[in-house]
């Protein structure tokens, strides 16, 4: 059983920075491609960022691309995000996920196969 612990809940006030980290409990952290999405009150869970098994490429939504930074530790087996000039709009419950297959489809949850419980950022303006 794949079991992935996002960081705990954050406070921030809006323009300041935050990392997340995820930790997973999986011997072979490096199969998995890894992802970090989020959900909103009343809005579905969006794609937010993606990064290969071998930390080589990655990927991001438009609403955070040049402000947000997916890495990865395989030898922690530790997935972070990197969250710099927060926004309001950034206030969401995160997620960090991991999949196994090589579909490509880095922003579709549904190729996902592992979940975290999910982590509340709260940015204030």
């Known amino acids: 059983q794949v079991q992935l612990l996002e960081s705990g809940e954050k406070l921030v006030q809006a323009g300041g920075s935050l990392r997340l980290s995820c930790a997973a409990s999986?011997?072979?952290?490096?199969?998995?491609?890894m992802g970090w999405f989020r959900q909103a009150p009343g809005k579905e869970r969006e794609f937010v960022a993606a990064?290969?098994?071998?930390?080589?490429?990655?990927y991001y939504a438009d609403s955070v691309k040049g402000r947000f930074t997916i890495s990865r530790d395989n030898a922690k087996n530790t997935l972070y995000l990197q969250m710099n000039s927060l926004k309001p709009e950034d206030t969401a419950v995160y997620y960090c996920a991991g999949k196994e297959t090589r579909s490509g489809r880095y922003w579709y949850t549904g190729d996902y196969d592992y979940w975290g419980q999910g982590t509340q950022v709260t940015v204030s303006s």
């Open positions: 999986i011997r072979t952290f490096s199969i998995y491609d």
């Open positions: 990064i290969v098994r071998s930390g080589g490429n990655t």
